[in-house]
């Protein structure tokens, strides 16, 4: 038999977003569980190509209540630096995560939400849905995908330029994963970076501390009804971390227009050039993993559950955190997640005390 539990509050994802809502959830005293699909913790930082690192000092990459400790020797911690201190984070503060769980669905139930996970089924007062973007990597539909004859990867596969070695690569996607990914490249192969538009360098003293500051400004301007600042995208797409910087520099990094199609061999131009191609690496970005959710049929527009702050509109016992700006102000981001997160924890207090 299928064991039931019954709790106040279900964590649906263990990676930053919902160590945060675990942290602000156990200072306020209400019973919760985080529920991870995950087999050990660190969340995606632990699936990250080898040579990634934060565009952040460690200090502006925390947690609410534990600061990130210096990584000795690098400025901006790699992703396995990131994958320790989320695992030290769990342990410091007891966090009941239990894994690997992967939920199945998340149903009204009714004065409860059930949460069916392969494990078991959990019955809570309100649910955080925490499970980020990592596992639905987006690729466009480019025509020719299907006729290419070379390798084809997104972002999420890839691990390192030596895998790739003399070999000629089409880098697609003009964000930081994209130029991190064709500037890692350019060590051990013939890179063609392609973009939709010119890439958009922030100025090279601009780093993740900055990004904070103008999205936290851009919350306060919304906020107060005043004009909207832009945020984060008024500076720029690309950090110019020092690896990037690097291979800019030197004149490796330049970017083509976006191609029109793939044929067998590589990319087409719409001005019929083109290039032979061993590999297409596809840096063109996630959308939100929300499957577990379609029970409760919320989706709105481009597939997104409308919110309010981080309170799902039409199901006031959901909470979703982590996916973006639209929950959030820079809620996908370490030092950015753990403002919502307290509001998020704050309002499921008040429903809970409420009923």
């Known amino acids: 038999?299928?064991?039931?539990?019954?709790?106040?509050?279900?964590?649906?994802?263990?990676?930053?977003?919902?160590?945060?809502?675990?942290?602000?959830?156990?200072?306020?005293?209400?019973?919760?569980?985080i529920l991870d699909a995950q087999p050990s913790a660190g969340g995606a930082w632990q699936h990250a190509w080898e040579s990634l690192h934060l565009f952040s000092p460690a200090t502006y990459s925390s947690l609410p209540g534990m600061t990130m400790s210096h990584q000795l020797g690098e400025t901006y911690p790699d992703a396995q630096h990131v994958v320790d201190y989320l695992a030290d984070y769990e342990r410091r503060y007891g966090l009941p995560v239990h894994r690997p769980v992967h939920v199945l669905g998340v149903h009204r139930d009714g004065p409860l939400l059930r949460v069916d996970a392969d494990s078991g089924t959990w019955q809570?007062?309100?649910?955080?849905?925490?499970?980020?973007?990592?596992?639905?990597?987006?690729?466009?539909?480019?025509?020719?995908?299907?006729?290419?004859?070379?390798?084809?990867?997104?972002?999420?596969?890839y691990g390192s330029s030596e895998d790739f070695t003399e070999q000629h690569v089409v880098v697609v996607g003009g964000g930081?994963?994209?130029?991190?990914?064709?500037?890692?490249?350019?060590?051990?192969?013939?890179?063609?970076?392609?973009?939709?538009?010119?890439?958009?360098?922030?100025?090279?003293?601009?780093?993740g501390r900055a990004l904070f500051e103008a999205a936290t400004a851009r919350r306060r301007a919304l906020e107060t009804g005043a004009a909207d600042t832009g945020g984060v995208a008024s500076l720029g797409d690309i950090v110019a971390v020092p690896p990037v910087r690097a291979a800019r520099?030197?004149?490796?990094?330049?970017?083509?227009?976006?191609?029109?199609?793939?044929?067998?061999?590589?990319?087409?131009?719409?001005?019929?050039?083109?290039?032979?191609?061993?590999?297409?690496?596809?840096?063109?970005?996630?959308?939100?993993?929300?499957?577990?959710?379609?029970?409760?049929?919320?989706?709105?527009?481009?597939g997104h559950i409308p919110t309010t702050g981080t309170r799902a509109t039409a199901e006031p016992r959901l909470h979703l955190l982590g996916y973006g700006d639209w929950t959030g102000p820079a809620s996908a981001t370490l030092i950015g997640v753990g403002r919502p997160a307290r509001d998020a924890a704050r309002e499921i207090a008040e429903l809970l005390d409420s009923r």
Not at 8 to 32: C, E, K, N, P, T
Not at 125 to 139: D, E, H, K, L, Q
């Open 1 to 33: 038999m299928t064991p039931v539990h019954t709790i106040d509050v279900v964590v649906i994802g263990g990676g930053q977003a919902g160590l945060a809502a675990g942290f602000h959830l156990r200072r306020l005293g209400v019973g919760y569980v």
């Open 124 to 157: 809570a007062r309100a649910v955080v849905s925490a499970t980020g973007t990592w596992s639905r990597p987006f690729i466009p539909a480019v025509p020719g995908r299907e006729v290419f004859q070379g390798r084809q990867l997104h972002t999420v596969n």
């Open 176 to 207: 930081n994963s994209g130029a991190q990914i064709a500037a890692d490249l350019t060590a051990h192969a013939d890179v063609t970076w392609a973009t939709q538009r010119p890439p958009r360098f922030l100025a090279d003293n601009i780093d």
């Open 249 to 302: 520099d030197a004149g490796l990094l330049k970017a083509s227009p976006m191609f029109a199609r793939l044929a067998a061999d590589g990319p087409v131009w719409q001005d019929g050039s083109a290039v032979r191609a061993d590999a297409v690496i596809w840096c063109t970005g996630f959308r939100p993993a929300l499957s577990h959710l379609a029970p409760l049929a919320l989706r709105g527009h481009r």
